[in-house]
């Protein structure tokens, strides 16, 4: 579950198509999920969160999908706009207490005009 | 509302000489956490506090390292003495301490941006 940022994957999208970021996580014992938003110069900001007892949550404009077979999250965000601009990392809860979180290396998103 | 609260936003600081970062969690928070944000590793937990009992620090790097939380609603992180390669953004995060295994939400502050020359 450890985080290597070497690179940071970038995602370009038009501006009004849809974003789809994923990600992969380590712990097939993880049971809580969060997407974050980072904007430059600030701190991750949430977006949504996913129980494992769930596959699919929706919120405005963001849907996040679970997989827990291959262990995979992904972020959907419909009409990207200008603002969507920053890097997405994923967050997944890994002891039983719920408070101890590891962060993936994060995907870029570029919203082109 | 006010969120986690951090100070300073930036610090430029020379090698050998002691900083302290300082962190407010939102009020009625139970756990609070450092993390640390390079480019080469992302983000890392450093250290995190229950009830203002640290938990775990399993993530702090060095010695140089130590954390305290006073208090419910204050918590610094120093470096002593500081090392150019600790220039990073230190995040401080709290979360409420709901039932456990319900999953907690984090939430960050801003961040104190360290550049140690």
């Known amino acids: 579950g450890e985080s290597v940022g070497l690179h940071l994957p970038t995602l370009s999208v038009q501006e009004g198509d849809n974003s789809i970021i994923n990600c992969a996580y380590s712990n097939s014992a993880s049971d809580y999920f969060i997407w974050y938003k980072q904007e430059s110069g600030k701190g991750p900001q949430f977006i949504i969160d996913i129980r494992s007892n769930m596959d699919k949550r929706q919120g405005q404009r963001v849907t996040v999908l679970l997989n827990k077979t291959v262990k995979h999250l992904s972020l959907q965000i419909a009409a990207t706009q200008p603002g969507d601009s920053a890097v997405y990392f994923c967050?997944?809860?890994?002891?039983?207490?719920?408070?101890?979180?590891?962060f993936g290396p994060g995907t870029r998103l570029s919203v082109l005009p | 509302d006010a969120g986690v609260i951090q100070s300073p936003r930036h610090e430029v600081t020379e090698m050998g000489q002691e900083v302290t970062l300082r962190c407010k969690p939102i009020?009625?928070?139970?756990?609070l956490f450092w993390y640390r944000q390079t480019m080469m590793r992302g983000l890392e937990l450093l250290i995190y506090f229950n009830n203002n009992v640290p938990i775990d620090d399993s993530g702090m790097p060095e010695d140089r390292f130590s954390a305290k939380m006073p208090n419910a609603s204050f918590s610094t992180l120093k470096i002593q003495p500081s090392e150019p390669r600790d220039s990073a953004v230190y995040f401080c995060?709290?979360?409420?301490?709901?039932?456990?295994?319900?999953?907690?939400?984090?939430?960050f502050g801003e961040g104190s941006w360290l550049t140690v020359v």
């Open positions: 009020s009625g928070h139970n756990s």
């Open positions: 967050a997944e809860n890994a002891d039983n207490y719920g408070q101890n979180f590891v």
């Open positions: 995060a709290s979360s409420p301490n709901r039932d456990i295994g319900s999953g907690n939400t984090i939430y």
